[in-house]
């Protein structure tokens, strides 16, 4: 195997955790881990050594959400085969042309990795036949889920020997996966590799509150205050995504929108500049991100908070990969303070308040980055020699302190100016997460119940509901925040019992 060759010298925790089990088990798997761990590798490499290459049928089909998370684990697999030269991979997915990915899976495959769309439709076309696979892995279960696709992955299976080995992999377990999961395993040994409803320790979280209508403002200071910054900002919907990038491109930052009313090849140009680093500020949906797969980003930026905690989750685990650091921040008004909660909850510590940076601050960032750029840069004399003696000739008039003074006001000048008498936009500092008390003297604690939206909840029939219980006249009922499948209110602490 050409682990040493592809950099691999040290296995992850997931991959520590699963090759040797694989190896030696033929029973169902399903491992819990973060994205960004090395999942690829986790089964990737135990798939290839078990392939037999003197079988001419489909062995493994691996399935996953997205065309880029297709093409990026079959670019993968072809690598980790390198000293494998006849074991035939093959990638099956969505918007591309379909008589080409036909012409591979008659000329015979071993491995095929594909989208469940298209995998569906290959079946249904008699082009691909699973009645020989010994193994079938999900690759991002709850992706899948997310994005619909329950059915086409229970008629994948219907086509699948009940013998196989099945692996599933997700970065999280909500019902919906432990649901998927019970219907098609059995007896699967269950395995976690830094906790799956965990966010990285190694990444920042915090949060700026500002008023909705300057979060705009508040977006702009955080790429100013970070002048390396690489990384994602997440948009509800695909307009406030294209018109934040528009913006953002506007007001002369390297940014570009990725969402779902963009042509696949809209799509590959603006993924190929951001992956090139060209693009450093990528404004992007949840569903046009699924399946992007960049390393080093240095910031995820939620320009809201997520109402469903495990979206917080996905979008954080993108950052902070193979032991880097990484900083997740979101922006927040007063209204979204429920979902902070929920996202708290369920990552398992606090999400700590900043102040917005203030103009000062971002100025003084960007000159000193500014001024380690000039200490860092390579001077070519053999380029820039002949032009030397007439700037010296031109610049002679002038003190060295006063052509330091021109020299950083070129560069510095847009960032003074545009800072100058800017208001703070910070809406207040948050308050303490311990219970607190209301004029009345009441103490309030916080309730969950398993009821939401899409049972048809409602903030009038909830409070109705528990002035109906018989546990106090007149119970205090304070702040409500209805979400998908539960909510969480604020009631008298005293009946708590």
């Known amino acids: 195997m050409p682990q040493k060759d592809l950099g691999f010298e040290h296995p992850t925790p997931v991959q520590e955790l699963t090759i040797p089990w694989v190896m030696d088990h033929e029973e169902d798997l399903i491992a819990l881990a973060q994205t960004g761990t090395g999942k690829t590798a986790a089964f990737g490499f135990p798939i290839l050594a078990q ?19 297709c093409l990026q684990i079959t670019k993968d697999l072809i690598a980790y085969a390198k000293y494998m030269p006849r ?16 012409d591979a899976l008659n000329a015979g495959a071993h491995i095929v990795v594909g989208t469940p769309g298209r995998v569906n439709d290959m079946i249904r076309q008699k082009v691909l036949h699973l009645e020989r696979v010994t193994q079938l892995v999900l690759d991002e279960a709850d992706e899948m889920l997310n994005m619909g696709f329950k059915d086409e992955l229970f008629e994948i299976m219907s086509h699948t020997p009940a013998s196989k080995q099945t692996m599933l992999f997700s970065a999280t377990m909500p019902k919906e996966v432990e649901h998927l999961a019970n219907s098609f395993m059995k007896d699967a040994t269950r395995m976690s590799a830094g906790g799956e409803d965990k966010g990285a320790e190694n990444i920042e979280h915090f949060f700026y509150k500002v008023q909705a209508k300057d979060k705009y403002l508040a977006l702009k200071r955080i790429a100013d205050m970070s002048p390396k910054i690489y990384g994602i900002i997440f948009c509800r919907t695909r307009n406030e995504t294209q018109d934040i990038a528009n913006k953002l491109q506007q007001d002369g930052y390297n940014a570009d929108a990725l969402h779902g009313d963009l042509s696949q090849p809209q799509r590959e140009l603006v993924m190929q500049r951001f992956r090139s680093k060209y693009v450093q500020l990528l404004v992007a949906t949840d569903v046009a991100a699924r399946g992007l797969d960049v390393d080093d980003l240095t910031h995820i930026i939620n320009y809201h908070i997520p109402t469903d905690p495990d979206i917080y989750i996905h979008r954080s ?16 008004n007063h209204k979204e303070a429920g979902a902070l909660k929920a996202v708290e909850k369920r990552l398992g510590r606090e999400i700590s308040w900043q102040k917005v940076p203030g103009g ?3 100025c003084e960032k960007q000159l000193f980055h500014f001024i380690d750029n000039v200490e860092r840069v390579e001077i070519n004399e053999e380029q820039i020699g002949s032009f030397l003696n007439s700037v010296y000739k031109k610049l002679s008039w002038m003190t060295r302190e006063e052509l330091i003074q021109r020299f950083v ?22 308050q303490k997460k311990a219970p607190r008390e209301d004029k009345a003297n009441f103490t309030f604690t916080t309730f969950r119940l398993n009821l939401g939206h899409s ?8 409070m109705r509901y528990i002035n109906q219980l018989k546990v106090g006249r007149g119970i205090e009922i304070g702040q409500i925040n209805i979400f998908g499948d539960y909510c969480l209110v604020d009631l008298d602490a005293r009946y708590q019992k």
């Open 87 to 102: 074991v035939k991979i093959v990638a099956v997915y969505g918007g591309a042309p379909i008589y080409k990915q036909k």
């Open 51 to 69: 392939t037999d290459i003197e079988v001419n049928s489909v062995q493994t089909i691996i399935l996953c959400p997205t065309r880029e998370l």
């Open 409 to 430: 006001s070129v560069e510095f000048n847009r960032f003074l100016d545009y800072y100058k008498n800017m208001p703070d936009l910070d809406n207040s500092a948050p």
């Open 360 to 362: 000062r601050e971002i």
């Open 455 to 462: 049972m048809g909840l409602t903030k009038r029939e909830l």
């Open 317 to 332: 685990g993108r950052t902070g990969r193979a032991g880097k650091s990484g900083i997740s921040i979101s922006i927040m």
